[in-house]
């Protein structure tokens, strides 16, 4: 009967010591989100939206497939992709109509991210 106190108190150290460690694990089991990077997220955004003129071997312009043209151009493409199609300069050229917005926003949270290779 005296082991009775000991066992119970034991059951509830050990659930009180479980239930804090899985709240603890609970919060910081969400990893926040990895920042863009040109390999996973903008590489296939460019290859879609800018071929064939900037890849390199089908189009004749500054090649975009490549990684160090796009970290040093990054603001001159966010400018023309956010013209308007009748504005000089627009990005993709001669296309009736604007990149979608998602689309745009993957170019400005990469370089928001810091303009990251992979
Ligand atoms: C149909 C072909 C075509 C497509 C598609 C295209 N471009 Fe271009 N791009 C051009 C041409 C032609 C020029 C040169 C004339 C000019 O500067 O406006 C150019 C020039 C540029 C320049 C200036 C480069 C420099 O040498 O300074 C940037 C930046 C640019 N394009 C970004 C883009 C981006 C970003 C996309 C994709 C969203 C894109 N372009 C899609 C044809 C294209």
Redesign the pocket.
């Known amino acids: 009967m005296k082991k009775f106190p000991i066992v119970a108190s034991m059951i509830a150290i050990t659930v009180i010591f479980y239930n804090c460690h899985s709240a603890k694990k609970a919060t910081s089991s969400v990893p926040p989100p990895p920042p863009y990077t040109y390999e996973t997220n903008l590489k296939v955004?460019?290859a879609a939206?800018?071929?064939?003129?900037?890849i390199s071997g089908k189009?004749n312009?500054?090649p975009?497939d490549n990684f160090a043209n796009v970290k040093t151009?990054i603001d001159?493409?966010i400018?023309?992709?956010q013209l308007n199609p009748s504005d000089?300069?627009f990005?993709?050229?001669?296309?009736a109509a604007k990149?979608s917005d998602s689309t745009i926003a993957v170019?400005t949270k990469w370089k928001a991210d810091g303009l990251i290779e992979k």
């Open positions: 955004v460019i939206s800018c071929s064939p003129c900037h189009g312009k500054k975009y151009d001159e493409m400018r023309r992709i000089k300069g990005m993709p050229f001669r296309k990149l170019f």
